[in-house]
């Protein structure tokens, strides 16, 4: 029942951690880039819905909304004016940029809200489910299902509309891509909004389990949210999905049974194992580039 049980944890964490994955692995697969301050949005995300509703006294449902369209308008906002005009540069400039927008985004929320930790004003009274002497927390229910809702309608949204064939299609070849018709600018920009709009999600859905919201909250699961996106295969949606469970699975395991101390260092070290063994992650495609 204990294996039962940080199961049911490993879940919980690596949703989220596939949600934030989401947002890498599409913006890589469109961009050809790693947005590093993707992290600091989950951040910024959490700290609109705090605003919303601890200060200004919204609704919950309105606070939640306007996270999500605040962190979606910011992502389009910080593609346009920190990726866009480097596009023809080469990676280690856009690395480079990408690092200093997340500590932008650190520091300016450090300057706005201190260092201080602020309780987070949104919880979900869920009542838990009892399966024998097994408790399955009501919060875990529902990041399971909210999780599970927005990878589903992602998956349909890129397979089903035509603006996810433009996805697709501008994934591939962005310059055939364009001359058929597609406006690769706004669909970079969708790409942007929908993975800012995802973090923020999983930054309230974080923050809620927390308890907390602070400064500092969206470096280190960014980090292994990143490692989620790598182990799967970065660029692959389904693979983002996969790393992110695997990755929560194996965290939650290795902290009962091994060490809690190193469960970090187990996380980082199967991912050095996985790219070792297949570098392409474990649902990427190994792309031959003409010289």
Known sequence: MKLLSQLING???????A??????????????????AHGDIIMVGAY?????????????????????????????????????PLRKAPPLAVLITAIGVSYFLQSASLLIFSSAKRTFPVSFDIPAITIGSLVVPGQTILILVVTSICMIALHLFINKTKAGSAMLAVSEDKDAAQLMG????????????????????????????????????GSLIGIKAFVAAVLGGIGSVPGAMLGGILLGLIESLSKTYLSTQLSNAIVFGILILVLLVRPSGLLGKSRTEKV
């Not at 879940?11 to 951690?17: P, R, W």
């Not at 949600?19 to 880039?33: E, R």
């Not at 309105?62 to 992502?75: D, E, Q, R």
């Open 48 to 84: 609109v819905v705090w605003v919303a509703i601890a200060v200004l006294k919204l609704p919950v449902s309105v606070g939640l909304i306007i996270g999500v369209a605040a962190c979606a308008v910011l992502g389009i906002f910080i593609e346009k004016v920190a990726y866009k």
């Open 19 to 36: 949600l934030i994955a989401l947002g890498y692995t599409m913006v890589y697969g469109i961009a050809k880039m790693i947005n590093f």
């Open 182 to 217: 597609v406006n690769v600018n706004k669909t970079i920009s969708m790409t942007f909004a929908i993975g800012s709009a995802l973090a923020a999600v999983a930054g309230v859905l974080f923050a809620s389990s927390y308890v907390y919201v602070y400064p500092t909250m």
């Open 11 to 17: 879940l919980n964490a690596g949703s989220i951690y």
